[in-house]
């Protein structure tokens, strides 16, 4: 059975830094794409960050710069730094892990970004 936890979510300040883990267990998850999504209340989820097998990283806009998706493929473990972050970053984040027509996703971990 494929699970995926995510960790790490927590209040935060303005201009704070978190970093969040997406642990897989069922999978080789160095096979799999990796990515981290976003969505805010009333909002749709957002792509953030990816991580292909190889390690090739993307980012959106929003968050370039300040982010930085990285794996431990020892681990199954995938990672995303968060740096600098604004009120707006609010959100809870999704890790998911993508290989052909599978994919599988995390229960989510809030971030919450005030003062």
């Known amino acids: 059975q494929v699970h995926l936890m995510e960790f790490g979510g927590a209040l935060v300040q303005p201009e704070g830094s978190l970093r969040l883990s997406c642990a897989a267990s069922?999978?080789?998850?160095?096979?799999?794409?990796v990515g981290w999504y976003r969505q805010a209340p009333g909002k749709r989820r957002e792509l953030v960050a990816t991580?292909?097998?190889?390690?090739?990283?993307d980012y959106s806009d929003s968050v370039k710069g300040r982010f930085t998706i990285s794996r431990d493929n020892a681990e199954n473990t995938v990672y995303l730094q968060m740096d600098s972050l604004k009120a707006e970053d609010t959100a809870v984040y999704y890790c998911?892990?993508?290989?052909?027509?599978?994919?599988?996703w995390g229960q989510g971990t809030q971030v919450t970004v005030s003062s």
């Open positions: 069922g999978i080789n998850f160095s096979q799999f794409r």
């Open positions: 998911n892990a993508n290989k052909a027509a599978r994919g599988y």
């Open positions: 991580i292909t097998p190889r390690g090739s990283t």
